[in-house]
């Protein structure tokens, strides 16, 4: 098909040529058919009006007949020579290229063109002021066509920039939201963690993991914790965490606002913080108050006896002081505690008392050794302390014998460690390494086999492994026949974890009627792997020894968790203190 150019001035610059993706114009008919007969545009090429389509220029007739009569008439002119010269090789060539040079050598006959009706005859450099209105628009149009300032490339461009732009403030807009979104989702997130891990401190605090639920409570310390929190978990951080300053500024304001029950139990932690300190005045004025807020604070009470017994036990003291210390021995005497957990401390610390002032209180050895040997009966917490305490009251009655080291030996050492102390308590009297030096006043450096035993067994207790082995060296020309030698032999060899000497020991039958033998037996059989030996040992354990029953279910659970389950929970009913029952509990009651 092809496209007439009726109406159109051939001289006027309208049309534009798309060549090679290249926007070129505007031209007149007589440029665009000059360009083409010298090959400086293609027919494959387009063109266009203004307001008009593109298209190639071989479907415009008009275009393609003239530049094919044009190009007939310069082949014409052409004269062209080439002779070869054998000789040289060389080629000559030559050319009429006047016309060429001149591009005027074709002249354009308009009115020769078929497809067009005639023009009216417009000289090229014509006057501007002369032509139509429609001409002055056409050419104005025609003259910025194409351009950066022409209205439709202007339009064109406004609405790219305009499309961009909503496509930018689109795209922000969409990232804004979907950051938004995740950071709220991360605070969702971190906000649950934080909740959970606020509800495992009180958790673990109110089973009595008080360690466990420090770490816990550390993990969030930066974090919004609530107040009833941060005044559960304040023991723990005054003993465990040592965080003094933080607990006193916080409490130094709102002490006096609060009923007499909690204020008493605010000054029994202040107390507890003076004496970390070793400011023993403050503390005993603390104390005092706390008493003095209510009475019967078991907490207070022991707190106040313990740090009376710091400030005058390896004293001289003068009749006033006697006074005094008597005064206090009495009041601290006088408390009857309804916690169980506090018993037994009780009586432990009331025993040190007659220890070191037995002219004082003399009377009371009777009695306080019954406390005692009722609180290991009822539980192996503290037992090994108490038992050590219960020797040293029988030294200074004159009641002292081999039979009560024998029993003492024969205890299963470092078990203490395993139980949970509450942390609103002082728990220094109960450090081995404080009761060291009561162990070196009863030992007195005897030369008999069992007092070298016992002190022998307070140094492993205190972990001191060379003074041990010391006293085993002295003690062994004195272990002929002795089964109580090879049974601390047989402990040490556990705490020190040398296990071909276990084994070697684990082997005699002559220490088969001693608890640990059974117990490391079935300690060394779950260290490898072998549960039918494990729970032979356990077995025996717990029926020839209820005293060590917790132990044996301990162990019994880890050999077999389904079938031993229910041995927990009764042992938790002797032990509700010893933490490895608390912590088995606790993985079966949430398997999670």
């Known amino acids: 098909m092809g496209y007439e150019v009726k109406d ?176 709220i989702y991360q605070r969702i997130q971190n906000s649950e963690r934080i909740r959970q891990k606020v509800e495992k401190v009180a958790q673990l605090y109110n089973l009595k993991l008080y360690q466990k639920s420090f770490q816990v409570y550390k993990e969030i310390a930066g974090a919004d914790i609530p107040k009833e929190i941060i005044e559960l978990i304040a023991p723990a951080r005054i003993t465990i965490g040592k965080e003094i300053s933080d607990f006193r500024n916080q409490t130094t304001g709102t002490i006096d606002s609060t009923n007499p029950k909690k204020r008493s139990e605010l000054y029994n932690l202040l107390g507890l913080s003076f004496q970390i300190e070793g400011d023993n005045l403050k503390a005993q004025e603390s104390f005092k108050k706390a008493l003095i807020q209510d009475p019967i604070n078991e907490l207070a009470n022991i707190n106040w006896g313990i740090q009376n017994y710091k400030m005058n036990s390896k004293m001289v003291l003068s009749p006033i002081s006697k006074a005094t210390l008597s005064d206090y021995y009495k009041s601290y005497a006088n408390v009857r505690y309804e916690n ?37 009966s009822n539980s192996a917490f503290l037992r090994s302390e108490i038992a050590l305490v219960n020797i040293g009251l029988s030294s200074q009655d004159g009641t002292s014998n081999d039979s009560a080291y024998v029993d003492f030996v024969e205890l299963i050492p470092r078990q203490s460690q395993n139980f949970a102390k509450n942390p609103a308590l002082d728990w220094t009297l109960t450090e081995w390494t404080a009761l060291d030096d009561l162990c070196e006043r009863i030992y007195a450096k005897s030369q008999q086999l069992m007092p070298k035993l016992f002190r022998a067994f307070c140094s492993l207790e205190s972990g001191q ?128």
């Open 340 to 376: 169980y957990e506090n018993i037994g401390y009780f009586s432990f610390v009331r025993g040190l008392y007659l220890i070191d002032f037995r002219d004082l209180f003399k009377d009371d050895i009777n009695l306080v050794k019954k406390d005692l040997f009722e609180s290991r």
């Open 465 to 592: 492994f060379e003074a041990v082995d010391k006293l085993l060296d002295e003690a062994h020309l004195l272990s002929v026949g002795s089964n109580h030698y090879e049974l601390m032999q047989l402990h040490v060899a556990y705490a020190k974890g040398q296990k071909m000497l276990l084994e070697s020991f684990l082997k005699k039958s002559d220490l088969s009627n001693f608890a640990a033998t059974h117990y490391y037996r079935g300690q060394n059989c779950l260290a490898n792997k072998k549960m039918d030996c494990a729970k032979e040992s356990f077995t025996t354990l717990g029926e020839k020894f209820p005293e060590w029953s917790y132990l044996a279910a301990l162990g019994l659970f880890q050999v077999d968790r389904a079938q031993y389950s229910r041995g927990i929970f009764d042992a938790l009913k002797k032990e509700p203190l010893q933490t490895q029952l608390i912590e088995a509990r606790a993985q079966l009651e949430n398997p999670e």
């Open 8 to 183: 159109v001035n051939p001289k006027e610059k309208m049309w534009l040529i798309r060549s090679s993706s290249r926007l070129i114009g505007p031209y007149s008919l007589e440029e665009i058919v000059e360009l083409l007969t010298y090959n400086q545009v293609s027919f494959v090429d387009e063109i266009r009006r203004p307001k008009s389509r593109w298209n190639f220029i071989r479907d415009y007739p008009y275009l393609t007949e003239t530049v094919k009569n044009n190009r007939d008439k310069l082949n014409l002119n052409n004269t062209k020579t080439s002779p070869l010269s054998i000789i040289t090789g060389s080629f000559t060539r030559t050319e009429n290229v006047d016309s060429f040079q001149a591009k005027e050598a074709a002249k354009i006959d308009f009115d020769d063109i078929k497809d067009i009706e005639p023009l009216k005859e417009v000289p090229f450099s014509f006057n501007p002021k002369s032509k139509s209105a429609d001409s002055k628009q056409s050419a104005a149009v025609a003259k910025s066509y194409g351009l950066l300032n022409d209205q439709k490339v202007k339009e064109e461009l406004e609405a790219q920039q305009a499309k961009l732009k909503r496509n930018v403030i689109i795209g922000t807009a969409i990232a804004v939201v979907l950051f938004g979104g995740f950071k």
